[in-house]
């Protein structure tokens, strides 16, 4: 709504009403956006580029799973559903409800250790310009796909 329109209704309902146009009312009763609504948002996989040796140290690196990062994913899922019933119980325990999330507290920042252990591992192991490669992709990730699609077009006259 333009800010004059915004005025209007804010002073005078009925000549804010009469000031709207009546394509846009027509399309406000359909139920359907003034604007063609912008495309969702995909999150674009970035690609680093490694060189063949570089690919080889992160296969090596990556390519076995960490099995404690499974059970503490497991962990968590049940800490999920601990609080779901502490909090949808008639009385909310604050003792047990705080005993969860320290709980959940805890794991996450184990598991955010862990990767971040294997991650400086792998950089530790890698040549020097894939290193380059590699912290260049963590501190610039990846912009939307389609984040052009989000600016609204200048409505046609």
């Known amino acids: 709504m333009k800010p004059a329109l915004m005025l209007l209704t804010l002073l005078s309902p009925a000549v804010a009403q009469a000031a709207v146009p009546a394509k ?4 406000e ?14 999150p674009g996989a970035r690609k680093i580029t490694l060189s063949a040796e570089g690919r080889t140290i992160a296969a090596r690196v990556f390519g076995e799973a960490d099995p404690r990062t499974g059970q503490i ?3 968590l899922a049940q800490l999920k559903q601990q609080k779901l019933e502490v909090v ?5 325990d604050v003792d047990k409800l705080e005993g969860v999330v320290r709980k959940e507290e805890a794991l996450q920042s184990e598991l955010r250790t862990r990767q971040n252990d294997r991650l400086l591992s792998l950089l530790r192991a890698l040549p020097e310009g894939d290193r380059a490669a590699l912290v ?3 501190v610039n990730p ?3 796909q389609n984040s052009a699609a ?3 077009a200048k409505p046609a006259n």
Do not use: F, H, R, Y
């Open 24 to 27: 846009a009312k027509a399309v």
């Open 29 to 42: 009763a359909a139920g359907k956006p003034a604007a063609a609504a912008p495309l969702p948002l995909v």
């Open 73 to 75: 994913q497991a962990e």
């Open 88 to 92: 949808g119980a008639a009385s909310i």
């Open 136 to 138: 260049q992709a963590l």
């Open 142 to 144: 990846a912009k939307p």
């Open 150 to 152: 989000a600016v609204p």
